[in-house]
């Protein structure tokens, strides 16, 4: 039977601040990394929080990321920003490019940034939500390695590429959803797998290309599916190309040759669109829009996405962590 621990907020951003720095980032770098770990945690993100810490410090580690190092910002145009990693974390680059981001949706209406040659492991919701709080439109979305196959092949081609959404609300927290095209992201099937849990039939495949519910089968060798059967398919091969070709990054399989498969994420493109409704909009978008989310909510046991985790904010209690995984931790530090 698994044991936890009760850590504070502080303990956990402590506790991931000193893995990072310990293990090659300089001080900005592990603020921002232990910052995004410990806000995962007290969201309730577990897949997102000190779950990935380990795959991180593998890619430091192995010198595939770069700890300290510092993105290139570039304003190409009225509305256009791009970001080379350099291969830094993705938290980093989003710190430093956002702002640029938000500066020009706000001054023409709408924006794009792209990013290339970062590590993404995150969750998306942080950079949708900060542009959101904003007063801004939000659409972000990302690539990975190839982990689910398309519709009608059990051969894997498509990352677990999530997609993320933030409408804002004055005065109350924005709406964002964040969900991966696959039937379960992999941090989730990967979550049930140290737990013990099975996942629902059509999250993946066996090696074999059986289905299964064990997500042991499904992480270790077997194939994600797409949620919803083509549609999802569909959604996933535009994620490969906003985030690849049009940013100018490598596909999911490019990403897979040539990473050196420490665990670590690997090197891609994120693209992120910005959309001011304040210039977009001839009504009041808000009242407009708070009437449609208002209808929703009258019509049963609706949430809106992003209220867990806005739910989970206000708690400023201890969270309990799997104590396997803080002592593993621990002991990369």
Known sequence: ??????????????????????????????????????????DGCLSHGLFRVPAYVSGLKSGKINGKGNPDIKIISASVVKANGNNCLAPVVLNKSIPELIKLAKENGVAILSITNSH???????????IAEQGL??????????????????????GTNPISFAWPRKNKPPVVFDMATASMAMGEVQVAKREGHKVPLGTGLTKEGKDTTDPAEIADGGVLLPFGGYKGSGIAMMVELLAGALVGDNFS????????????????????????????????????????????????????????????????GTRHINDDLVNKIKSLS
């Open 1 to 42: 039977m698994m044991s936890n621990i009760a850590l504070s907020l502080d303990e956990i951003f402590i506790l991931a601040k000193n893995v990072f720095f310990k293990n090659g980032c300089d001080e900005e770098t592990s603020n921002i990394m232990a910052d995004l770990v410990m806000k995962a945690e007290r």
């Open 120 to 130: 993404h492991m995150a969750a998306m919701w942080p950079e949708t939500e900060i």
């Open 137 to 158: 439109v939000a659409i972000a979305c990302t690539s990975y390695k190839p982990a689910v196959a398309p519709a009608g092949s059990i051969k894997p081609l498509f």
């Open 253 to 316: 399989y490019e990403t897979a040759e040539k990473d050196n498969n420490d665990g670590g994420p690997p090197s891609g493109g994120e693209f992120i669109l910005a959309i001011s409704p304040d210039k977009l909009s001839d009504t009041d978008w808000d009242t407009h829009s708070s009437k449609f989310f208002d209808k929703m909510k009258s019509m049963g046991d609706v949430r809106l996405p992003g209220e867990r985790r806005h739910k989970n904010r206000l708690d400023k």
